[in-house]
């Protein structure tokens, strides 16, 4: 049921600029981009959100081109705590989120 | 900014007792209130959205008479696992859409139910 598709995994450096992609062919006209980060044994953390072209906030920057089937999330000079699970989610929030399968980040020194 | 709780972080509870999750909003008034389950090294699944003075709306697979779920205001949730079993063990999570403003779903820090 879920709407996005994401890399299973990724691995990265200490610096290094970390671009994760997700697909969401089906998205609805009143859908939001939604992505959070969550460690083990913890509840999901809002990262960043948009609904059309560049969002940038103090941790993070989401790319959603015109069409808006998909979105990157930009993480800048990751560091090793930013080693976590990143969902993208689609959808109003007052309805469901529906997960999948996340990216595995691994952030090596 | 918007904070969600859940009560008891952790449990342990012998198998055929039940026990019962609390998720609060502590600084907003949350109509909607969502319950996920979450096996380890997988995703979190929707187990069903709960909202406010009504009854909750439980997602395919979920047995309703199991994980009881109410709503009694704006601000708390609570799930009760009935006649839990081991393969109930999980790690439970909630989460809050904050009615007054944005589009942002809001979790709390997830509850470990270990039943024995």
């Known amino acids: 049921l879920a709407k996005t598709t994401q890399p299973i995994s990724m691995d990265s450096y200490e610096g290094q600029e970390v671009n994760i992609t997700c697909s969401h062919n089906n998205i609805a006209t009143n859908d939001y981009i939604t992505w959070y980060q969550q460690f083990p044994s913890q509840g999901p953390r809002f990262i960043i959100q948009g609904y059309k072209t560049k969002v940038t906030n103090e941790v993070a920057s989401l790319f959603i081109p015109a069409d808006r089937k998909s979105s990157t999330l930009s993480l800048p000079r990751v560091s090793l705590s930013d080693t976590a699970v990143y969902y993208c989610?689609?959808?109003?929030?007052?309805?469901?989120?529906?997960f999948g399968s996340g990216t595995k980040l691994n952030v090596k020194p | 900014g918007a904070v969600v709780s859940q009560h008891p972080s952790r449990v342990i509870c012998k198998s055929g007792t039940s026990v019962k999750i609390e998720c609060r909003s502590l600084?907003?008034?949350?109509?909607?209130m969502f319950w996920y389950r979450q096996f380890p090294k997988q995703s979190l699944m929707l187990m069903a959205t709960s909202n406010e003075g009504s009854k909750a709306t439980y997602e395919q697979g979920v047995e309703k008479d199991k994980f009881l779920i109410n709503h009694a205001s704006l601000t708390l949730s609570t799930l009760t696992v009935t006649s839990a079993h081991p393969e109930d063990s999980s790690f439970y999570i909630c989460s809050a859409t904050n009615r007054d403003s944005d589009h942002e779903q809001y979790f709390g820090p997830g509850t470990r139910l270990t039943v024995t």
């Open positions: 600084d907003f008034q949350a109509t909607t």
């Open positions: 989610l689609v959808g109003d929030n007052f309805n469901k989120f529906y």
